[in-house]
């Protein structure tokens, strides 16, 4: 078993813990960088929790990190280098010296090292195995044999078991005379003689139990059990929606091979939120602020070429009706409006629909419901804003009819943006393509050629 990690108490007062890095902090840490004194720069770290400084060190430039590191290198410690954003974790390890890396290896479970390692170049990848002890070497390549993204990289090799037939008494006998437990676990795995979990006891029935209550009596009503080959992002649906703070973890043979906790399950559940943010924004789903700017350039580049097609479509679209914009030159005045109302009511419309599917709210059972009452959304906003835009149509240029154009394609428009927006992430997630990922160029070439096509339509009907 890994050892047990430094136990951080946070001295910050309510009124200082506002949970992120002051201005006052920062030029504290940036003067002890510049000077080159190490004890003020720990002074001012001393109270802050290991993801503080984490995202301390995220904020730096690489130049300041690099003396960051090299003044701070003693104090560092596993909970640090865990939190640290994967982006920049490689020249954090690189400038680490390696009997500091070493032991701040040796703090972390083996889950943590695992998520630690497994992006890293095998160089380095090599280094912080080495530094583990033969069984925590195992434990961790162990579970680097799992899938990439699957329940066996998250778990931790270390699980409290008991077998079925103990008492309360023999459990918390046992606990207390076990040197190697786990730092943090809050259940006790029921298995039976070949290893296959029974139900969990947690430490506060085990505690409130006489010592001669067979633990068997005392297992939790809810018990969900993970295979090793599950995907994580349904490991962390699971502990969302039913509520879980621990769960073993299952092998093909339904042994129990590990326990995965609430704070990792929690962290893939940011994570995936995290990613779809960002693929929705068409920025790439692993961006980051600490990005270089060739790799930002790299992440964004090929969402804006799809966006130049989409936006090419719309303008052949509108060459159409060059000689109808020609004679009302008002037109081309309104048609950004009818591309910004569609726009944003399919973004609206979209991101919903995205999310929904990653809670698994959306089924076969209620998708009719959810693109009735899509479409009733498109009918009412689109009434509400056509009217508006009608009466602006009439004052603005003083023509009756422009108005009715303008109401009557804002009507359409809408309508089709709110239908688009549930519907394409639905086909998509059917046809097994990450919605967040390709739904936003299809619902804007839709709105904008739908919008632009209804608009100029209806004008070159009603106008000319």
Partial sequence: MLNDKDTHVSKLSSKEASYFIGKDKMAVVLSALASGNRINLTEALEPLHPADIADLIEQLS????????????????????????????EQVISELNPDVLAEAVRDLESDDVVDLVEDLEEKQKETILNALAEGDRVAVQSLLSYP???????????VVMAPEHWSVGMAIDFLR????????????????????????????????SKRSVLLKTIIED????????????????????????????????NRVVGVITIDDAMVVLDEELEEDILLLAGVGGDSSVSDTILETVRGRLPWLAVNLVTAILASIVIAQFEETIAQFVALAILMPIIASMGGNAATQSLTMAVRAIAT??????????VIRREIGVGVLTGLIFAFSMGLIGVIWFGTAMLGVVIALSMLINLIVANLA??????????????????????VTTVTDVVGFFAFLSIAGILLL
């Fill in 177 to 208: 005379n076990n040197a190697n437990l786990p730092e943090q676990f809050y259940h006790i795995v029921l298995v039976d003689p070949r290893l296959h979990p029974v139900g969990n006891v947690s430490l506060g029935k085990l505690m409130s």
């Fill in 360 to 369: 698994k709210d959306i089924s076969s059972t209620n998708i009719g419901r």
């Fill in 421 to 442: 927006g549930t519907t394409i992430p639905v086909l998509l997630e059917k046809l097994e393509i990450d919605p967040a990922l390709a739904s936003g160029a299809f």
């Fill in 222 to 253: 809810a018990f969900q059990v993970i295979p090793a080959d599950q995907d994580e992002a349904d490991v962390a649906y699971a502990f969302n929606q039913y509520h879980l703070i621990s769960a073993p973890v299952i092998d093909r043979e």
């Fill in 62 to 89: 690489t130049t300041d990190r690099a003396r960051f590191i090299r003044l701070y290198d003693n104090e560092f410690y596993g909970d640090i280098l865990s939190e640290i954003d994967e982006h920049i974790r």
């Fill in 148 to 158: 990439e993204q699957s329940a066996g990289r998250l778990m931790q090799r270390e």
